[in-house]
């Protein structure tokens, strides 16, 4: 891939003039940042659909597994807040992740291991 770039006199004229020159050199750096980000948020903002009608309507048409997660993960994050302004360590959440373990509510057991799903394992519940 290299020698694409070793061989192309545009390439090798950018490299001179970046070297010999400051001004250049900033200027490109920032047209090689700002340009891409500038892109980048048009998309964005062209691809955003703030629409509160489609909003309430795929709310409403949750699937309950949905709601219950979102419920789950809201009050997950409510708890590891409030932790945070108690000033509580909060390392062992890290530790456990890292263990593959969950946290509980519990304070005085507060890492349970995952439960273990085995292949041939499948709940039929009616």
């Known amino acids: ?38 892109i980048g ?14 909003e309430a309507h795929l709310r409403k048409t949750a699937r309950p597994e949905s709601t219950m997660m979102g419920q789950v993960n809201r009050e997950w994050l409510a708890e590891y807040l409030g932790e945070l302004q108690r000033k509580e360590d909060t390392n062992d959440r890290y530790l456990a992740a890292l263990r593959g373990e969950v946290l509980t509510r519990n304070a005085h057991a507060r890492v349970q291991p995952l439960p273990k ?6 709940s039929k519940e009616k």
């Not at 799903?117 to 499948?122: A, H, I, L, N, V």
Request: with cysteine; proline share 3%; aromatic share 14%.
């Open 41 to 54: 948020y048009g998309v964005m903002q062209l691809t955003n659909s703030r629409n509160d009608e489609l």
């Open 1 to 38: 891939m290299s020698i694409l770039w070793e061989k192309s006199e545009a390439w090798r004229w950018l490299v001179r003039r970046t070297r010999d020159s400051k001004p250049f050199f900033f200027a490109f750096a920032t047209i090689c940042g700002v340009v891409p980000g500038v």
């Open 117 to 122: 799903q085995t292949s041939g394992e499948t």
